[in-house]
């Protein structure tokens, strides 16, 4: 009787933990693209003050592109988990934290940079930042899914 709940509790963590682990692998190009995008967006900023219809043409251009490859990812993934959404396994849970603890920091970065340096330096920076870390979080990520379904069998 034992063994039949414990066997019920691992399918259903395994139902739980499968929108986390089993998916398509993100595509090469999704850091750099990212990357500048974000470094897209610091750009924009250059010219607020100077042109206003440059300024709010480039953010809307910027969002719909934002919002027509978030659609293209739930596509392509079905059941994509968002952080905040569901209860992801712990290693998962790591992976996520630790990307959450470093977004402040390179924020911070860039804005120091923005600060002593201008916009463009701020936005090669974010470049920079935005792609490395990316690159380095998607790596973690397949580490600690494959971890997952290591242990769940």
Known sequence: MESDAEEQ???IERAEAA???SYPE????????????VAGLIGT????????LLFVGSLVGLIALEVGFLTWMQRRHGAM???GRGRPP??????WKRYFMTVPVFVLI??????LGGVLPAAVTAFVLVTAGLWFYERRY????????????
């Open 9 to 11: 509790l691992r399918i």
């Open 19 to 21: 929108p986390y682990v």
């Open 26 to 37: 993100t595509p090469w190009w999704y850091p750099p693209v990212v990357g500048l995008w």
């Open 45 to 52: 900023f250059a010219w607020w003050r100077e042109n206003g």
């Open 81 to 83: 988990p968002f952080p």
């Open 90 to 95: 712990r290693e998962i849970g790591r992976i």
């Open 110 to 115: 860039v804005a120091l940079v923005w600060w």
């Open 142 to 153: 397949a580490v600690a899914a494959a971890q997952v379904r290591e242990r769940l069998g």
